[in-house]
């Protein structure tokens, strides 16, 4: 048996042609075969017809109906502006929200030293209170402690 040997360039014309071309071949073959061999023949093309793969050429139109139970349509091809508008949205969206906690960490961040800076002006120190490490916390605790009792 010769094996046929699809390129690049065989077009479903072509393998449609050698299909039949094969299969008027088994047909021709087959009418000397007694009628239970004929029989089974008929069971076995009938399986195979069944169990092949369907041309995505007519997939690409239908609608099918999912194992969910939604019914889906033919997917639909290219990029037009809305599917490029709904895939940037998310993006804007993060960007956006990244940009407005950055601000309000700063916000927080300056109305926390400004605090710190008002405390130290208004209170009467002594020079040594500026180089302990400790102190910058002391007045931290002092705010938190007097925003309570106010």
Same mark, same amino acid.
């Given at each position: 048996?010769?094996?046929?040997?699809?390129?690049?360039?065989?077009?479903?014309?072509?393998?449609?042609?050698? &299909?039949?071309?094969?299969?008027?071949?088994?047909?021709?073959?087959?009418?000397?075969? &007694?009628?239970?061999?004929?029989?089974?023949?008929?069971?076995?093309?009938?399986?195979?017809?069944?169990?092949?793969?369907?041309?995505?050429?007519?997939?690409?139109?239908?609608?099918?109906?999912?194992?969910?139970?939604?019914?889906? &349509?033919?997917?639909?091809? &290219?990029?037009?502006?809305?599917?490029?508008?709904?895939?940037?949205?998310?993006?804007?969206?993060?960007?956006?929200?990244?940009?407005?906690?950055?601000?309000?960490?700063?916000?927080?961040?300056?109305?926390?030293?400004?605090?710190?800076?008002?405390?130290?002006?208004?209170?009467?120190?002594?020079?040594?209170?500026?180089?302990?490490?400790?102190?910058?916390?002391?007045?931290?605790?002092?705010?938190?402690?007097?925003?309570?009792?106010?």
């Amino acid at each position: 048996m010769k094996n046929f040997q699809t390129s690049a360039t065989a077009t479903t014309a072509d393998m449609d042609l050698w &299909g039949r071309t094969l299969a008027a071949q088994l047909d021709v073959a087959s009418q000397d075969l &007694g009628h239970d061999i004929g029989e089974r023949l008929r069971v076995a093309r009938q399986m195979a017809l069944k169990t092949r793969p369907i041309p995505q050429r007519l997939l690409r139109h239908s609608l099918a109906l999912q194992a969910n139970g939604t019914l889906s &349509g033919p997917p639909d091809e &290219g990029l037009n502006l809305w599917r490029i508008l709904a895939s940037a949205l998310p993006l804007l969206a993060l960007v956006s929200s990244l940009m407005f906690i950055q601000a309000i960490q700063q916000d927080l961040a300056e109305t926390d030293i400004a605090s710190l800076d008002s405390a130290l002006l208004l209170d009467e120190l002594p020079p040594d209170a500026y180089t302990d490490p400790g102190f910058v916390q002391f007045l931290k605790i002092q705010l938190h402690q007097n925003a309570r009792h106010d």
